[in-house]
């Protein structure tokens, strides 16, 4: 029953939603480069340096 529900989160569409909302939010291009460029990502590893 575990295995079930988690591989039922696993597959939950919604949990890739988290940065929905502002600017551009869909192409191969763009997920590729958020990490790299995203605020949220640089902000991140700023504290992370820190």
Do not use: S
Not at 23 to 36: E, L, N, Y
Request: cysteine-free; proline content about 4%.
């Amino acid at each position: 029953m575990r295995a079930l529900i988690a591989l039922l989160l696993i597959l939950l569409p919604t949990a890739a939603f988290a940065h929905t909302g502002h600017g551009d939010t869909a192409g191969f291009i763009h997920g590729f480069m958020h990490p790299v460029g995203g605020l949220d990502h640089v902000l991140a590893m700023l504290a992370v340096g820190v």
